[in-house]
């Protein structure tokens, strides 16, 4: 059985791990001027502007939306189609 004291003790072990957290806490960073002008909110980053589609790489896109194509079978197929459109006016 525990004793009065070795229960304290073992009150007071657990009381130091329920607060360390509290005295963790990083201080407040030092006080900053603030910005003549409010900044604009932040929002998601912006991508890159898309290049428009030729009309070929549509084309052998829907091409490869009837033949069910996927992954490196669709990039394979995407890649010749293109090729072709190119070298077709040359000829």
């Not at 409010?38 to 009837?66: G, I």
């Not at 995407?78 to 006016?89: L, V």
Request: aromatic letters at 4%; one cysteine or more.
């Amino acid at each position: 059985m525990m004793t009065l004291s070795s229960r304290a003790a073992a009150a007071a072990i657990v009381s130091l791990f329920l607060i360390s957290p509290a005295f963790a806490q990083t201080t407040a960073p030092a006080a900053t001027p603030a910005p003549a002008a409010t900044p604009a909110p932040k929002m998601a980053p912006e991508k890159k502007a898309e290049k428009p589609r030729s009309a070929a790489s549509l084309q052998c896109s829907k091409d490869a939306d009837a033949k069910s194509l996927h992954g490196k079978d669709r990039k394979k197929f995407m890649s010749d189609c293109k090729k072709a459109a190119k070298e077709a006016p040359k000829t």
